[in-house]
């Protein structure tokens, strides 16, 4: 059996088992973020026919000439629709930009919703119509899957069952695809994807196309994580670390380039980053604070941190 890097959890376990495999379940996952802040997810619910449809399809928008896709790169959004185009985002605490490119499909509301106004539409890529359409449907799917697993650590924590769900119930959500192209000359110093964590509560992502991602662990050794071809792999993100006061982990990690001998290789996945409303107060919980850890953060709101961190990434001026 090949390293994963990360332990792994069955969803179907919590969304349909017993009351002894719900508490399993929860135990296993809370267990994972609070330790590694990874986790692989076996019978996730998202169909596969679903999954392999946008990749295609993504796979079509990617191999469109530079020229059009800049079409698709709205300006005043900060990238969060459209297109962001090769060398625009960093790490935080790099000015080296990513190897990649990235397009960004966000929350949409009915015209008469009171938050119509936070989320603008999504564009239409007349060049790969069922791009667009398959990735609001992908998100759809993803936002089902992220319900159960934050349903779940409420659980654990102690909170109301539907704690999260209120607050991500037409969140700020985001589903990326991110192109990394073929590598054609010696990189400076950027990798494909310098390391970071993530901003939001939880990610949730699709296997990628070629390996290459890292997490940094306990004892500071990278450790690549390799999960099965259905398999999800989740992380923690800094709103939900912030919110429990550093009990799970957002954990750093990385995409890092592969053998030279697969330079020409180009790498394509597929995160979702599961965000909750913009007034979501992220103020860490009591319940997480004590003498041996007091509170380690100011409060905050979601929509003031995710502005904060999108400055630092160079997405927002």
Same mark, same amino acid.
């Given at each position: 059996?090949?390293?994963?890097g990360?332990p792994?959890?069955?969803?179907s376990?919590?969304?349909?088992?017993?009351?002894?495999?719900?508490a399993a379940?929860?135990?296993?996952?809370?267990?994972?973020?609070?330790?590694?802040?990874f986790?692989?997810?076996?019978?996730?619910?998202?169909?596969k026919a679903?999954?392999?449809g946008?990749f295609?399809?993504?796979k079509a928008?990617?191999?469109?000439?530079?020229?059009l896709?800049?079409?698709?790169?709205?300006?005043?959004?900060?990238g969060?629709?459209?297109y962001?185009?090769?060398?625009?985002?960093?790490?935080k605490?790099?000015?080296?930009?990513?190897?990649k490119?990235f397009?960004q499909?966000?929350?949409?509301v009915?015209?008469?919703h009171?938050?119509k106004?936070d989320?603008p539409d999504?564009p239409?890529?007349n060049?790969?119509?069922?791009?667009v359409? *398959?990735? &609001?449907?992908?998100? #759809?799917?993803?936002?089902?899957? !992220? %319900?159960?697993? $934050?349903? +779940? /650590?409420?659980l654990h924590?102690? *909170?109301d &069952?539907d704690?999260? #769900?209120?607050?991500i119930?037409? !969140? %700020?959500?985001? $589903?990326? +695809? /991110?192109h990394?192209?073929p590598?054609?000359?010696?990189?400076?110093?950027?990798?494909?994807a310098?390391?970071?964590?993530?901003?939001?509560l939880?990610t949730?992502?699709?296997?990628?196309?070629a390996?290459?991602?890292?997490?940094?662990n306990?004892?500071?050794?990278?450790?690549a994580?390799v999960?099965?071809?259905?398999e999800?792999?989740?992380?923690?993100?800094?709103?939900?670390?912030?919110?429990?006061?550093?009990?799970?982990?957002?954990?750093t990690?990385?995409?890092?380039?592969?053998p030279r001998?697969?330079w020409?290789l180009?790498?394509l996945?597929?995160?979702?980053f599961l965000h909750?409303v913009?007034?979501?107060d992220?103020?860490?919980?009591?319940?997480?604070?004590?003498?041996?850890?007091p509170?380690?953060?100011p409060?905050?709101?979601?929509?003031?941190?995710l502005?904060?961190?999108?400055?630092e990434?160079?997405?927002?001026?």
């Amino acid at each position: 059996m090949k390293e994963k890097g990360v332990p792994t959890v069955d969803l179907s376990q919590y969304v349909n088992g017993t009351a002894e495999q719900k508490a399993a379940f929860v135990h296993d996952l809370a267990k994972a973020f609070h330790e590694v802040g990874f986790v692989a997810v076996a019978n996730h619910g998202v169909p596969k026919a679903l999954v392999e449809g946008f990749f295609q399809a993504s796979k079509a928008f990617f191999a469109l000439p530079t020229d059009l896709k800049q079409r698709y790169e709205l300006s005043g959004l900060a990238g969060q629709r459209g297109y962001t185009s090769f060398g625009k985002e960093h790490a935080k605490q790099s000015q080296v930009a990513d190897l990649k490119e990235f397009f960004q499909i966000g929350q949409e509301v009915e015209a008469n919703h009171p938050r119509k106004i936070d989320y603008p539409d999504n564009p239409t890529v007349n060049e790969v119509p069922e791009f667009v359409e *398959l990735g &609001k449907q992908l998100y #759809r799917a993803f936002e089902q899957a !992220g %319900n159960h697993l $934050l349903e +779940a /650590i409420a659980l654990h924590l102690n *909170l109301d &069952k539907d704690y999260f #769900r209120t607050r991500i119930k037409d !969140g %700020n959500s985001i $589903l990326r +695809a /991110i192109h990394y192209p073929p590598i054609t000359q010696e990189p400076a110093s950027a990798i494909r994807a310098e390391q970071h964590e993530d901003i939001n509560l939880i990610t949730l992502l699709v296997g990628a196309s070629a390996g290459g991602l890292e997490l940094l662990n306990s004892e500071g050794k990278w450790v690549a994580v390799v999960p099965e071809a259905d398999e999800f792999v989740i992380n923690v993100g800094d709103m939900l670390q912030r919110l429990t006061n550093n009990y799970l982990k957002s954990t750093t990690h990385r995409v890092v380039n592969p053998p030279r001998e697969e330079w020409h290789l180009p790498r394509l996945s597929i995160p979702f980053f599961l965000h909750p409303v913009s007034e979501m107060d992220l103020t860490c919980l009591p319940s997480c604070v004590t003498s041996d850890q007091p509170v380690q953060y100011p409060p905050i709101t979601a929509g003031e941190y995710l502005d904060e961190r999108l400055r630092e990434i160079g997405l927002k001026k």
